[in-house]
Nanobody
Framework: QVQLVESGGGLAQPGGSLRLSCAAS????????MSWVRQAPGKGLEWVSD????????YYSDSVKGRFTISRDNAKNTVYLQMNNLKPEDTAMYYC??????????????????WGQGTQVTVSS
């Protein structure tokens, strides 16, 4: 079965960096687009970023554009989220999600069919 396991979260200071990883198994990773989604305390889910199956196309929400970078290593079945210049408002549980197909139709338009358990990111001084 599909398994997505996030790691790399933790406590960071404002302006700091973290790199999240999501290790995938149970499906042919290179055939599917992947996404990162987050949920801040007391708030709903917020889309963060998408990457298509080849890694050749990426999308970002306005709130993270220019600070976060999504990437993937299809040989390692892993998708990453490099987060730089972190802000307190980035504090959230971060989830990776598998799309239903290889290509995302547009920013934030991925159709997820599997989720990981999440990794907590806290940005505070």
């Amino acid at each position: 079965q599909v398994q997505l396991v996030e790691s790399g979260g933790g406590l960071a200071q404002p302006g700091g960096s973290l790199r999240l990883s999501c290790a995938a198994s149970g499906f042919t990773f290179s055939n599917y687009a992947m996404s990162w989604v987050r949920q801040a305390p007391g708030k709903g889910l917020e889309w963060v970023s998408d990457i298509n199956s080849s890694g050749g196309r990426t999308y970002y929400s306005d709130s993270v554009k220019g600070r976060f970078t999504i990437s993937r290593d299809n040989a390692k079945n892993t998708v990453y989220l490099q987060m730089n210049n972190l802000k307190p408002e980035d504090t959230a549980m971060y989830y990776c999600a598998k799309d239903r197909g290889p290509v995302v139709a547009g920013p934030g338009l991925a159709e997820y069919d599997s989720w990981g358990q999440g990794t907590q990111v806290t940005v505070s001084s």
